[in-house]
């Protein structure tokens, strides 16, 4: 099967749009690292994985509110990231694979997912990396004259790493069009908020930089984008950076070996009821978008799409060993690839 | 004798420490309460107390920083880096202020403090935890570095670091953790740092190597038509040059296998000085097998091309003896 143009990121991105293709997304997102918990059972996957089901209304709101010309760093939490933006279920899984059809060529992997044409910078691994970059293409925007954003999408325990204030602080002074996005899903890795951080809410922070700070349900799609809306408009305006939380939740553990026995009990219970594909759906079908009962149609097409990109990417090759080393610099064998944005 | 996993060895080592000396502590991510994300510290919060078993924020520059500042004025922290690339925040306290304290302080301060951190490739991990890295302190004066390579190594290694007055980096692969292999503990046994150790006698050719390719080295020593002595470097710095020096006057080659980039691996200096000391007694000229300079590739196939396998380590060093000639690497071969 190839894929065909409706299905490239920036269509994918575009029909981002539609009010009922944002639900399809969400419950995409949710199937794919459905899939992929299973694909690490069935031995497909090598190192860990880091799944944010129970985050995909911050994913899908922060990508129709955006446009595939502005920039996204981001962190190894990224698979629903990379979906919503436009990435395809077969460049995500491809790349969690290992294959030539990943986003990265199976180059990077689960934490290092990419792709240029709808602004999405390598997810990166280390804490705290994607906020000075993002500081730094906000730079680049408004140099070469663009009205882009750059949005950078971190957790909540990485409020605490010296680049989050170091790049706050940069670039509140310089008034940079950058949104920070911190999905605060109430743990790092295997320790709750209160213990690693004085304050309940990470937005609060933003008034030591003179910027606003948004708190934002982030399991309702339509507020996430409303306030990224707000915080786009006024960093174009070159009006300076926002700080936004969304308050969330990770369903499962921090990464694949993790089996979250340090919640409290009734605490995932608690944000099940509050499920942001459910809360979406019934929106959709109290606006008469959605007819009673759609949902569980469009979840069947959506787990059978979810199948057959599976299945191409368990069909498909490896990359090539000369791979290795064809991208590590201008002079490698593949050449000079750098691909600039804005150069269209 | 009794299995253990190699990771035990970590935990059996720091708990030793900590009984022995009540001024160590141990500080870093998830490593109280939940035991240290490769369950290496399971316990010690149970028996040594959360003063001294501390779980910080993701915060690295400051733990970091805050136990130089401890190791300065009377405890001797052990900080966990988790994976070595994480310390890429915090490099200034270590590399600039912790490696130069007994230096500026003309030997009136000291630092004892040990980072330990898992670190290497071989696990799908990806290129942002996958690097060694020890050339970032080794190209340091004021620190040392070792590198584990089993059980008894890294009980070993570990006591003395947190035993010596400066500041030491502890390397730990991490594909090891999850071995497991026969070894009994002794509190006493201590490696000294700038030890090397002979893994495997042999008469043609010295292969020194050190952490996650010992077992490579001595894989391809078994599976050789050549009879290879295997040295287990230890600590990179300083490295121990008699050990290896009197190897290379016995055997007359000299190859180093390396988990690092060709061009900057620590068999470059190790080269470099056994060619100048012992170039009369070599037959033919050194050869080093090392990771190619490219990050590690995430993808199965290629991750296992890019780190020596035993065979490819046996038909270098094979070519070597009987040539005369270092053979070369395979990606020159490919290209
Ligand atoms: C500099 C650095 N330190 C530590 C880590 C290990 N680590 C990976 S994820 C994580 C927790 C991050 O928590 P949070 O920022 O809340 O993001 P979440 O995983 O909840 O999305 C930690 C400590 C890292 N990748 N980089
Ligand atoms: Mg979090």
Redesign the interface.
């Known amino acids: 099967m190839t894929i065909s143009n409706s299905n490239s990121p920036i269509a994918r991105r575009e029909a981002l749009q539609d009010r009922l293709e944002q639900l399809t997304r969400m419950i995409e997102i949710r199937f794919v690292e459905d899939r992929i918990q299973k694909l690490f059972a069935e031995g497909h996957?090598?190192?860990?994985t880091h799944l944010a089901s129970g985050q995909e209304a911050v994913s899908v709101g922060i990508a129709r509110s955006i446009d595939p010309d502005d920039v996204v760093t981001c962190t190894y939490r990224g698979h629903g990231h990379a979906l919503a933006l436009g990435v395809t279920p077969e460049g995500v899984i491809g790349e969690i694979c290992?294959?030539v059809i990943g986003c990265?060529g199976?180059?990077?992997?689960?934490?290092?997912l990419v792709e240029p044409e709808v602004g999405l910078l390598p997810t990166?691994?280390?804490?705290?990396a994607g906020l000075p970059i993002a500081c730094g293409a906000a730079m680049a925007a408004r140099a070469r004259g663009k009205d882009r954003v750059a949005v950078s999408i971190f957790g909540d325990?990485?409020a605490?790493?010296?680049?989050f204030h170091e790049s706050l602080n940069f670039a509140a002074i310089r008034r940079l069009p950058v949104v920070f996005v911190c999905e605060n899903n109430l743990y790092?890795?295997?320790?709750r908020i209160e213990?690693?951080?004085p304050v309940e809410d990470i937005a609060v922070r933003a008034a030591s930089y003179n910027m606003p700070g948004v708190i934002v349900d982030g399991q309702d799609v339509d507020k996430v984008a409303e306030a990224m809306a707000v915080a786009v408009a006024r960093a174009r305006r070159g009006e300076g950076p926002t700080l936004i939380e969304m308050k969330t939740y990770r369903y499962s553990g921090h990464s694949r070996s993790d089996p979250a026995t340090?919640r409290p009990a009734g605490e995932l219970d608690a944000w099940l009821k509050r499920d942001p594909i459910d809360i979406l759906a019934d929106r959709l079908v109290s606006e008469s978008i959605l007819a009673p009962g759609g949902l569980d149609q469009l979840k069947a097409e959506t787990r059978d799409a979810v199948e057959r990109a599976t299945a191409e990417v368990l069909d498909s090759a490896?990359?090539d060993?000369?791979?290795?080393?064809s991208h590590?610099g201008a002079s490698s064998?593949g050449g000079d690839q750098r691909w600039h944005f804005w150069s269209r | 004798m009794a299995k253990i996993w190699i990771r035990q060895a970590v935990l059996r080592a720091l708990d030793d420490a900590m009984t022995d000396d009540p001024s160590v502590i141990v500080m870093g991510?998830?490593v109280a309460?939940?035991g240290g994300?490769f369950k290496v510290t399971e316990g010690l919060l149970a028996s040594h107390g959360p003063e001294r078993v501390i779980?910080?924020?993701?915060?690295?520059?400051?733990f970091m920083g805050a136990a130089v500042g401890a190791a300065v004025c009377g405890l001797k922290p052990v900080v966990e880096m988790m994976f070595i690339?994480?310390i890429?925040?915090a490099l200034d306290q270590l590399t600039t202020q912790a490696a130069t304290m007994r230096y500026l302080s003309r030997g009136r301060l000291t630092t004892p403090l040990v980072v330990r951190a898992s670190a290497g490739a071989g696990?799908?991990?990806?290129?942002?935890?996958s690097q060694m890295l020890d050339h970032w302190f080794r190209g340091t004066p004021g620190l040392k570095v070792a590198v584990t390579s089993n059980a008894r190594t890294t009980y070993g290694l570990l006591r003395s670091a947190i035993e010596d007055p400066d500041p030491v980096v502890i390397l730990e692969p991490r594909v090891l953790y999850a071995e497991r292999e026969e070894y009994e503990f002794d509190r006493d046994y201590r490696i000294p740092l700038g030890h090397a150790e002979i893994a495997r006698p042999g008469t043609d050719v010295t292969l020194v190597t050190c952490g996650a390719m010992r077992r490579v080295a001595l894989a391809a020593a078994e599976a050789s038509s050549a009879n290879i002595e295997v040295i287990d470097l230890l600590t990179l710095w300083p490295w121990d040059r008699k050990t290896v020096m009197d190897s290379v006057a016995r055997t007359g080659r000299l190859v180093t296998l390396e988990e690092a980039p060709a061009g900057s691996g620590w068999g470059g200096d190790v080269v470099s000085s056994i060619a100048v000391e012992a170039f009369g007694k070599l037959k033919a000229a050194p050869h080093r097998i090392t990771l190619?300079?490219?990050?590690v590739?995430?993808?199965?196939?290629?991750?296992a091309?890019?780190l020596p396998s035993p065979a490819y380590v046996a038909d270098q060093v094979a070519a070597l003896v009987s040539t005369n000639k270092p053979p070369l690497p395979w990606?020159r071969n490919?290209?």
């Open positions: 996957i090598r190192g860990s290992g294959r990265a199976g180059l990077g992997g689960s934490m290092h990166a691994a280390i804490i705290g325990g990485s605490n790493i010296g680049a790092g890795e295997y320790t213990l690693s951080t340090y490896a990359p060993l000369g791979e290795i080393l590590v064998a | 991510e998830d309460v939940a994300p779980d910080t924020p993701i915060s690295e520059m400051a690339e994480f890429g925040v696990q799908g991990f990806g290129c942002q935890h190619p300079d490219a990050p590739p995430y993808s199965g196939a290629l991750e091309r890019f990606w490919a290209a």
